[in-house]
T-cell receptor, first 111, second 113 residues
Framework: LAKTTQPISMDSYEGQEVNITCSHN???????ITWYQQFPSQGPRFIIQ???TKVTNEVASLFIPADRKSSTLSLPRVSLSDTAVYYC????????????FGAGTRLFVKA | DAEITQSPRHKITETGRQVTLACHQT?????MFWYRQDLGHGLRLIHY???????NKGEVSDGYSVSRSNTEDLPLTLESAASSQTSVYFC????????????FGQGTRLTVV
């Protein structure tokens, strides 16, 4: 299972765009990059998944370069309610959720 | 609405006791997973199941067991609780192995004294 590396914490202000980068140097051909969000006292919640290039949904965008050794989660115009821990996962889609959640990135959004 | 529920939400038990944490999902998902979450470790996989009568060990399975007698439930049993098992436990389910999204319960905070 590919290991991921992400910053431990980040601070931002309301209304700013936040970019969280994840490194996954050992990603395999069958692996997808998936991001989850976790609020205090809650279980993680799926945000977005991608394989290459760019994926966008109503919550975030995910940018993946051609070599796929890193990815960047972009949160547009964050609000206080986006304060959470964000996990980058490398997930083989034939193995279910037999995957590794690292320590994640703790994002703190300030007013 | 379909959901995944864990019970109890909080539990305090004594060292050496057997404890069972319940997980129930109403999505009819085949895949179910148990994780524990400790400060500085993210979530670590304890056991998982791909269907009825199927169970598999995760990375931190020692001292834990699961059974899958129906699609909806995957109870997690601590055979003899130890202080090192004080943690927050999360159950999750997904429809298919290739599914991008897993649905997590609210967690059970277990304290072993």
């Amino acid at each position: 299972l590919a290991k991921t590396t992400q910053p431990i914490s980040m601070d931002s202000y309301e209304g700013q765009e936040v970019n969280i980068t994840c490194s996954h140097n050992n990603i395999a051909t069958n692996d997808y990059i998936t991001w989850y969000q976790q609020f205090p006292s809650q279980g993680p919640r799926f945000i977005i998944q991608g394989y290459k290039t760019k994926v966008t949904n109503e919550v975030a965008s995910l940018f993946i370069p051609a070599d796929r050794k890193s990815s960047t989660l972009s949160l547009p115009r964050v609000s206080l309610s986006d304060t959470a821990v964000y996990y980058c996962l490398v997930k083989n889609n034939t193995g279910g959720f037999k995957t590794i959640f690292g320590a994640g990135t703790r994002l703190f959004v300030k007013a | 609405d379909a959901e995944i529920t864990q019970s109890p939400r909080h539990k305090i038990t004594e060292t050496g006791r057997q404890v069972t944490l319940a997980c129930h999902q109403t999505w009819n998902h085949n895949n179910m997973f148990w994780y524990r979450q400790d400060l500085g470790h993210g979530l670590r996989l304890i056991h998982y199941s791909y269907g009825v009568q199927d169970t598999n060990k995760g990375e931190v399975s020692d001292g834990y067991s699961v059974s899958r007698s129906n699609t909806e439930d995957l109870p997690l049993t601590l055979e003899s609780a130890a202080s090192s098992q004080t943690s927050v436990y999360f159950c999750a389910s997904s429809h298919r192995r290739e599914a991008a999204e897993a649905f997590f319960g609210q967690g059970t905070r277990l304290t072993v004294v």
